[in-house]
């Protein structure tokens, strides 16, 4: 199917240079549903403009404010100064291509102007993740971001965080228009967009995407069991990602059915007596349930105790943690891997929490904000 025409006017060649390089990125080019054509002259661009062709425009504002009429279906306004005409949407000029890129798609599919998405559809070779312990304060979220970055290294990644509190937008520094309670809602819609939203609302940390959680613990509450499980069935379906990485609390319905959907699920341990009697009690609530399955797909992990962490989330990739990880994913995620490519038979790994790692994590520092 022919892509629509989105058209860039902007005569500082140096910004329209980078904004084409950006989209032809083998990840960006392949899901960006416009074909895109470049002005960075002025009578070029209008001798365009009167045929009517572009679907949307994203134009300079100094461009925009020449004329009073453009002719697109849909018009962002490439902002110079702090704030955009009244009229129109904008965005900061120079804010990240990512976001400029997520802006284009939001604004298309609230116009309708894309068509349903034509994904490649469930595959099979999607793995759920799912990182869930009942003590608190174990590096639970620090392990799954450093885990989720580590494996978009050579990988399609897609983080979940379901804490009432994650505090990401201040440890990021970043204003989030949307979050996971949006993505919920648009599982509702059932229009075959929903790869284009999921896409526009996806934040990047070193290759790897992540929804923003939500900011109201009390809609994170509301979410139904079957709203989150279907919301897994559309991430599956759309065949964006080789690997969701699930953060899970107490705080979402229906935890235990999404850690039943998971292939492979962490519990981080720790060695105290509370967290030892945390443990146990879950552990034998799943055994009243009859969900020894959980279990069985349980790999328990014990952290050593770290020297320093980095200081923010962008560098977890590195140092003592991103060592654990890293040689975790190569002892059970790649190796299982093979082994089902081999044709042998695995077992989920469970009550061996000193088997990659040694010494206690009862006094590990812990990343700021880091309660999961």
Request: negative net charge; proline residues 5%.
């Amino acid at each position: 199917m022919k892509k629509n025409i989105l058209a860039l006017c902007d005569t500082e060649q140096e910004y329209a240079s980078h904004f084409m390089d950006y989209l032809h990125r083998p990840a960006v080019m392949e899901s960006f549903p416009f074909e895109v054509r470049l002005f960075t002259d002025r009578k070029s661009m209008e001798r365009f403009g009167k045929g009517g062709e572009a679907a949307f425009l994203l134009i300079a504002q100094s461009l925009y404010e020449e004329r009073e009429k453009w002719e697109a279906d849909r018009i962002l306004v490439l902002a110079e100064d702090m704030a955009g005409p009244p009229d129109v949407p904008w965005i900061g000029k120079y804010q990240p291509m990512e976001a400029v890129v997520r802006r284009i798609i939001e604004l298309s599919v609230q116009t309708g102007m894309l068509p349903p998405a034509s994904g490649p559809g469930r595959t099979g070779d999607v793995k759920l993740i799912g990182v869930y312990s009942p003590v608190g304060r174990c590096l639970q979220t620090t392990f799954s971001f450093t885990l989720g970055q580590l494996l978009a290294r050579k990988h399609k990644v897609l983080y979940l965080n379901f804490e009432c509190f994650s505090g990401l937008g201040h440890l990021l520094r970043r204003e989030f228009g949307t979050d996971l309670s949006d993505l919920i809602y648009f599982i509702h819609n059932k229009d075959g967009r929903f790869p284009y939203r999921l896409e526009g609302m996806a934040q990047k940390m070193n290759g790897m995407d992540f929804i923003p959680p939500v900011f109201s613990c009390m809609d994170l509450g509301q979410v139904e069991k079957e709203e989150w499980l279907a919301l897994l069935d559309e991430l599956e379906g759309c065949g964006m990602y080789e690997y969701i990485l699930l953060d899970l609390t107490e705080s979402i319905r229906g935890l235990f059915d999404l850690l039943k959907r998971c292939s492979r699920i962490y519990t981080i341990v720790k060695e105290d007596g509370f967290a030892q009697a945390k443990q146990e009690h879950y552990e034998e609530l799943l055994r009243c349930m009859e969900l020894e399955d959980i279990l069985e797909k349980t790999r328990k992990c014990r952290l050593p105790v770290f020297r320093a962490l980095p200081s923010d989330l962008a560098s977890l990739t590195h140092g003592e943690l991103a060592g654990v990880v890293g040689k975790l994913i190569g002892e059970d995620l790649e190796d299982r891997g093979r082994g089902r490519r081999n044709g042998r038979k695995e077992e989920g790994i469970s009550g061996d929490p000193g088997k990659f790692s040694e010494g206690t994590a009862g006094d590990n520092r812990f990343f700021p904000g880091d309660d999961g």
